[in-house]
C-alpha cells in the first residue's frame, strides 16, 4: 500500500548532549571531556553524559557509582535547570521565526509543523539545515534534527546522525525506511517490548509488517493496533503546539514477575530518581502521586494520594510512594511499576506514560543534499 499526498512536512529538532553540552558551553575547560551530569552521591543517579562519557557506556538513568566505574575519569557537574529554561526559551524562539506550530516535547526537544511556514520556504530540510545553524550561532550549541511526513518518522530520524546532523525521510521512502528499521529503533519500543518481539521472529519493521492485525494485538494488546499502523507510515498525530500534560510520569515492565516488596522498593526508587528529572526538566510541580501497579495475570491497580502542597524533589514525594506502596497486601506477583504526578501547576489536558529504559543487575518537497 502506497502512502497518499497530500503530505505534512515535520521536523523534530532534538539537542545534542543537551545539560552536558551547556556544562561545556559554561565552563570550557571541560569540552572535550567525560563528563556526567547528576550522578554524585552514594545512590546519585545520572541525568545525561557527554559523547565522550558514552564512549565508555556511561548513560542517563545509570547510577553514578557504576559510570564510575565504567569511566574512571568521569566529571561530575551538578545540573542548572534555570540555565537550561533560559538556553530553552532562546531555542524556542528560533521556531517560532519559522512556524506557530511548534510542540515541545522538553527542554531541549519539539516538534515543528513546517508545511506552510513564514519564510515561505518549500524545503523543511533547508529549514531544518538553517535552524540548526541559527541555534549553533545563538547559544553555541549543537542540535540533530528528523524530517518526513509524521511525527513518528521525524523523531526516529532525528537519531540516525547525531549528534550535529540531519535525516530526512523523503515520503517515496517511508515504506522502505520503516521496513528496514530494526525494532528496538522504534520510537516507544522498550527494552522489554523489544526482547518479546524478538522472540516472535520480529527484528525489523518488515517482520512486523508481516503479523496480521490480530496477531499484534494478541501479542500486545492496544499497542498492536499503534504497530500495525505505525510500520505502515500511518500515524495521524498533529503538532500540537498548546499540548500540556495532565500528569507526568515513568514506569517500568520488568523481564521477570517480582513478589517481594522490598525488591519493588528497590525498582521504585529507580522509578522515582527518572520521575523527579523528568518534573524538573519539565518546570513541573505536582500535588498527588500515584502508584500504577500490574500484576502477573495483567490486572492493573492505581494508588494515589493527594497532598496540600506541590512536590518535585524525590526526597518530597518519595515517602508518600513508600506509604502507598505498603498501604494493603498485594494479592499476585507484579510485572509493572509505575509513577505519575497529578494535578500540576500547568493547565490540563492529557495524561502521558513513559516507557523508560532501565537497568537493574528527507525533490522540491524536502530537497535533500545527497
Wanted: proline share 4%.
Amino acid at each position: 500500500m502506497e502512502l497518499q499526498p497530500p503530505f505534512r512536512k515535520i521536523i523534530h529538532v532534538d539537542m545534542d548532549a543537551f545539560y552536558a553540552s551547556v556544562a561545556e558551553l559554561d565552563n570550557p575547560e571541560l569540552k572535550g571531556k567525560a563528563i556526567a551530569v547528576g550522578g554524585e552521591g552514594r545512590r546519585g543517579v545520572i541525568s545525561a553524559a557527554s559523547y565522550e562519557a558514552r564512549k565508555f557506556g556511561v548513560r542517563s538513568a545509570m547510577s553514578g557509582s557504576l559510570a564510575r566505574q565504567k569511566c574512571p575519569h568521569l566529571i561530575f557537574v551538578k545540573s542548572d535547570f534555570p540555565r537550561y529554561k533560559e538556553i530553552s526559551a532562546k531555542v524556542r524562539e528560533i521556531f517560532f521565526e519559522y512556524t506557530d506550530l511548534v510542540e515541545p516535547l522538553s527542554l531541549d526537544e519539539a516538534y515543528l509543523d513546517v508545511t506552510e511556514n513564514k519564510k515561505g520556504n518549500p524545503s523543511a530540510n533547508e529549514i531544518a539545515r538553517e535552524i540548526r545553524q541559527k541555534i549553533f550561532e545563538e547559544t553555541g550549541l549543537r542540535a540533530s534534527a528528523g524530517i518526513s511526513i509524521n511525527k513518528f518518522i521525524a523523531k526516529v530520524a532525528s537519531d540516525i546522525n547525531k549528534p550535529n546532523g540531519q535525516k530526512t525521510v523523503h515520503p517515496d521512502e517511508v515504506i522502505q525506511f520503516l521496513e528496514e528499521l530494526p525494532v528496538n529503533k522504534f520510537y516507544g519500543v522498550g527494552k522489554v517490548t523489544a526482547a518479546k518481539m524478538y522472540n516472535n521472529g520480529i527484528f525489523v519493521g518488515n517482520d512486523l509488517k508481516k503479523k496480521s492485525l490480530e496477531e499484534l494485538v494478541k501479542l500486545f494488546g492496544k499497542s498492536g493496533v499503534h504497530y500495525f499502523n505505525i510500520v505502515r507510515g500511518i500515524h495521524n498525530s498533529a503538532v500540537k503546539p498548546n499540548r500540556i500534560r495532565k500528569s507526568l510520569a515513568a514506569e517500568r515492565t520488568f523481564s521477570e514477575n517480582i513478589s517481594s516488596e522490598i525488591f519493588m522498593l528497590e525498582r521504585l526508587d529507580k522509578i522515582a530518581d527518572e520521575l523527579e528529572k523528568r518534573m524538573l526538566k519539565a518546570d513541573t510541580k505536582g500535588k498527588t502521586i500515584t502508584l500504577k501497579i500490574k500484576y502477573s495475570d495483567f490486572t492493573q491497580q492505581t494508588r494515589s494520594k493527594t497532598k496540600g502542597h506541590f512536590m518535585q524533589k524525590k526526597e518530597e514525594f518519595f515517602p508518600v510512594v513508600k506509604e502507598l506502596l505498603f498501604q494493603d497486601e498485594l494479592p499476585n506477583s507484579v510485572r509493572l511499576l509505575g509513577l505519575s504526578f497529578g494535578n500540576l501547576n500547568t493547565e490540563i489536558k492529557e495524561p502521558v506514560w513513559v516507557q523508560l529504559k532501565l537497568k537493574f543487575k528527507e525533490s522540491d518537497f524536502f530537497n535533500e543534499e545527497e
